[in-house]
């Protein structure tokens, strides 16, 4: 469980700020370099980092992607506040991966009370593997109170109970944030992950495509036009 918050980052605070506009949001394609991801600490660093515990096989990047052998917590820290259900709705509405293999999303949720000391953690994930959508079963990996108000269970949810929650919270006084947003992949599984999306960012770790250098059209020595 975390127990520090991570700093807001710019693009945090601008995805916050596109969950809130009516329209789409700018997407950008950003190429992630080869090992830049950071690790957990005491809390969630900014930008890719591997979870606690570290895996046994570290990631491996090459121009194909990011291969995450084992039990992998592959995350992308930003504190993202949620104003409503329907804001955490939009977010995974907006969430996709390209890869190869067996893998989950994850949520990093504090809950947060105005009441000192009550972290309200948990972490969401979609029971299939794959793209999360909004519906299906959900599952927590904590129960969250705030107060002596239990808001959401450990264990598995339809996706209304999930999004229920938020708006619970917030009539409780507490303050969701999303602490980072990525993938999960499970003792025994492989996934080669060409890229990640969400908040209208695309974060691509297979190497950007060349485009090709077209041939000069060679010219007769007596050519005049």
Same mark, same amino acid.
């Given at each position: 469980m975390k127990k520090s918050r991570i700093g807001a980052t710019g693009f945090a605070l601008a995805l916050a700020g596109s969950l809130a506009i009516a329209g789409p949001a700018i997407a950008a394609d950003i190429y992630v370099p080869d090992n830049s991801q950071g690790t957990e600490g005491e809390s969630y660093p900014n930008g890719w980092f591997t979870g606690d515990p570290q895996p046994e096989t570290a990631p491996v990047d090459d121009a194909t992607g990011i291969t995450l052998t084992g039990r992998t917590q592959f995350l992308y820290g930003g504190i993202i506040p949620i104003a409503a259900g329907t804001e955490f709705a939009a977010l995974v509405e907006g969430s996709d991966v390209d890869a190869d293999g067996t893998l989950t999303f994850q949520y990093p949720i504090f809950?947060?009370?105005?009441?000192?000391?009550?972290?309200?953690?948990?972490?969401?994930r979609p029971v299939p593997t794959g793209a999360p959508t909004p519906g299906g079963t959900w599952f927590s990996s904590q129960n969250v109170a705030i107060g002596d108000v239990l808001i959401l269970?450990?264990?598995?949810?339809?996706?209304?109970?999930? $999004?229920?929650? *938020?708006? #619970?919270?917030?009539?409780?006084?507490? &303050?969701?944030? !999303?602490?980072? $947003?990525?993938? *999960?992949? #499970?003792?025994?599984?492989?996934?080669? &992950?060409?890229? !990640?999306?969400?908040?209208?960012?695309?974060?691509?770790?297979?190497?950007?495509?060349?485009?090709?250098v077209p041939t000069p059209i060679q010219r007769p020595a007596d050519f005049t036009g």
């Open positions: 809950f947060n009370s105005t009441v000192e000391g009550n972290l309200g953690f948990t972490t969401l269970s450990q264990g598995e949810h339809t996706w209304d109970e999930i $999004v229920e929650a *938020f708006d #619970d919270a917030i009539a409780q006084d507490g &303050v969701p944030e !999303v602490l980072a $947003v990525g993938v *999960f992949v #499970d003792p025994g599984d492989t996934a080669l &992950v060409r890229s !990640v999306t969400f908040g209208g960012n695309t974060y691509h770790f297979a190497a950007q495509a060349v485009a090709p």
